[in-house]
Structure formats: C-alpha cells, structure tokens
C-alpha cells in the first residue's frame, strides 16, 4: 500500500500518562515501517506553533516503551485555542512539510485537533492518552492502569499505618471531572467509602453509615477515598471528625499517580493504538480517534468522539456499595 502522507508530526499534549512514550514509539516506527517520515513536536501544541521540532527514527525510540513522562514534554496551549495561533502552527507543517499529525492525549487534545483540522485542513488522529480513562468514546485511555495501581500502592502502605494507629484516613485521588480512577482504586483497595463527581454525596448515607458498619464489624481502621474532582478532601475529613468523633489523616496522592514506568497491560495499549493511528493517516483518513470498545480496536470521527458522553461503571459502583454494606438488603 502507498501512503496517502509523507510526512507526519506527533504530539503529546495535556497531562502526562504512563505509556506516552510507548505510544511515541509506536508512531514513529509504525510510521518508518509504512514508508512516512515522523517527526517530534515538542511540548504539545505550542511546538507546533513555535516550530519546537525533532527529528524522530528507530535509534531515538529505542528504550522508551518502558519509560515514564513524555520525551516530547507536554503543555496545555492557550494560544493553540485562538485563530492565530492555530494560523502559526498552521505554518509550522507548511515549513516542515507536516501533512498529519497524532495527538496523543485527552478530550481537550481532541478539541485542539479538530479545531486545527476544520481551520487548516491537515490531517489530524488522536490517541487517548490520560489517567482519568474520562474520554467518552473509549473503554480505554493509556495510562490509567499504571496510574490505578501506583495508588493502589500507595494506599496499601497507608493502610498499614492506619491499622497501627487505629485511624481513618482520607484519601485525595486524581480525576478533575471524573470519579474512574477512585472507583476503580476503591474497589481494588476494599475502601470504607468512595466519593466521586458522578454521584450527589449524601454524607449521612455514604460516608458516616459506611464507617459505623465497618467499626460495627470489628474494624478499626477506615479508609476513605475522594475524587479530586469532588472538592477538598481536608473538607471531608473535618466532616468526618465532626459527624464521628474520629479524627482523620488527609493524604493527597496527586501528581505521583501520573509517573512510573507504564504497566504491562498500558504498554500494550499505547503500541496498538500507536501502530492505529498512523494506519488511518497513510490510509489517507483524517479527523479521527483510535479507541478501544468491547475490548476491539475501532475508530470514530472526532466530532463523533467528542459528542458522546461517558458515565462511570454503574455496575462496579453498584459491586462497591453492596461490598461497603452502603446498599439495602436485596430479597433474593
Ligand atoms: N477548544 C479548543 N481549541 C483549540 N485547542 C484546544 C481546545 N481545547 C483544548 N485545546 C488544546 O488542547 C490542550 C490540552 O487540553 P486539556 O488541557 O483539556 O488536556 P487534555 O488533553 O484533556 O488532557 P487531560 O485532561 O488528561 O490533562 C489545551 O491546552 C489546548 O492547547
Ligand atoms: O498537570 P495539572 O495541570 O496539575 O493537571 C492536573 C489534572 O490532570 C489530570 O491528572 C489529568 O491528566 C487530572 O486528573 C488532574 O486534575
Ligand atoms: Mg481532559
């Protein structure tokens, strides 16, 4: 098959996710391997528009599919956002005979491709990079599973501690908008309680009722895990103190949760979804994402993409109250 480009860019942009590199990788020796030339845009967008650019080939990709980070840095654009400066980057491909470019990122990486794309009319395909595993159209975003397990990791030596001391501890995970990540990690980590942004917190039911039950039980230890995205987890922990009497340590993972060498199953992901991306660009495809559904590899056209909404897992939320004793008793 002939290539419908020569030459292509590919980005990374937004937060940083275990497997960029991997996916980095993945595009520059998919794209050698079809024939097109890959080039580095550094720093996200603002490569593109300040012609931050690096030369890519089988050497300076060797070693990263199991590094952390970006080796291409990343940034969140402001310029990207306005006509000017997609008008410079626009240029930028003119002068390094850019005809594509892979964005590996989040929902807001797609906005900037499209927006790029509908203005300037280079070919443009996403890749969802991110540990909030919060892009609509894809079961899986690269990263979230390192992401899940270094905080699994982190709360199994808390709860060591906090079974020393007799303690309840709240515990901040990452996610702005969504509550996937401190599902997932509660669920994993046999939580007292979670809260995230996708469900209206009644305190009384989700939190209190929840602890009474485990210290009912003999425990006497809790650990509460809150989504960034629900607001301040000192907040929670001062309601905790107020509505039982116990007086919790805050421990806030934060940006720790975003490094780490990429898990097995977030280098696969992002060697696949790489290979894919390039694939619909020599193809002569443009304004798409690659994804994964129902486990298979597909594709969408960003618009598409980017109009779907993703909720959280109703069933595992369903698994996690009836696990926590949170659910009223089912006559089965
Ligand atoms: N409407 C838009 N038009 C042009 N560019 C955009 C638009 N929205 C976002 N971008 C560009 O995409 C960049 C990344 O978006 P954002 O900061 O929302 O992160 P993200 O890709 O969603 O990743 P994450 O949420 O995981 O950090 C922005 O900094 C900006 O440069
Ligand atoms: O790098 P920043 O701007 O601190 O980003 C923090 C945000 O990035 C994310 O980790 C997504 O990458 C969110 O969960 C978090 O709110
Ligand atoms: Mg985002």
Redesign the pocket.
Known sequence: MKSAVKRIGVLT???DAPGMNAAIRSVVRASMHMGIECLGIRR??NGLITGDITSMDFVQTSGLIGRGGTVLYTA??EE??TDEGRKKAANTCKLFGLEGIVGI?????Y??LL?FSNQEGVAVVGVPG?I?NDIACTEYTIGYDTACNTALEAIDRLKDTMQSHERCSVVEVMGRHAGHLALYVGVACGATAVLIPEKKIDFERDVVEPIRAARLAGRTHFMVIVAEGVGSSYDVAAKIKEYTGLDPRVTVLGHVQRGGSPSARDRMEATYMGYNAVELLAQGKTNRVVAMQKGAYVDYDINEALAMKKGIDERVYTVLRALIGAEDKLNI
Not at 105 to 109: H, N, S
């Open positions: 942009s937004g937060g996200g967008f969140r654009s990207f956002k990122g989040g929902d807001g990486t906005r900037g927006e991110t909030d």
